[in-house]
């Protein structure tokens, strides 16, 4: 039996943020023909590489260490995905480009951030492939289940 089906709270999955100066500057991450995961106890740079080539790379962001500053994901999708979960209360703002390929950002209707709220942004091209930034509220029931359902 879970927390919710006993009338308790469920656990609320939410990002640590960190001074600027306790985050890495620089890191990447790459998939060719193969798949990358980045979930639950990671950090997040102040500037991370993404090259996902015929491969697929999946960022999720809801329980991560962030930057309380500006965090940029630079992202090249060839023949690839890169999909990346935000959880609300974070700015992002997009910057990519699809060229024969999508390049998108779902903010799936949730209020804005307050203004001093920590910055993703997001930029880069997506090559005959496919890029996708999602907002997600970690209090909704749907928010722990499985990623690959983007269709939702």
Not at 18 to 26: E, G, I, S, T, W
Not at 100 to 116: C, I, K, T, V
Request: glycine share 8%; aromatic share 4%.
């Amino acid at each position: 039996m879970n927390d919710d089906a006993r009338g308790l709270p469920a656990l609320v999955r939410r990002p640590t943020l960190l001074a600027p100066d306790q985050v890495p500057r620089r890191a990447g991450v790459v998939a060719a023909f193969t798949s990358t995961e980045r979930r639950e106890d990671w950090t997040l740079p102040q500037h991370l590489r993404v090259v996902a080539t015929a491969g697929n790379v999946e960022l999720d962001l809801r329980t991560a260490r962030l930057s309380a500053g500006r965090s940029v994901i630079e992202v090249v999708a060839f023949l690839g995905n890169v999909e990346i979960v935000v959880p609300t209360g974070i700015r992002v703002e997009n910057h990519g480009e699809g060229v024969l390929g999508m390049f998108e950002y779902e903010p799936r209707g949730h209020a804005s951030p307050a203004g001093d709220a920590p910055v993703i942004e997001v930029r880069g091209r997506a090559l005959l492939g496919n890029v996708e930034v999602r907002t997600v509220d970690p209090s909704e029931p749907d928010a722990t289940e499985d990623e690959d359902d983007w269709l939702d």
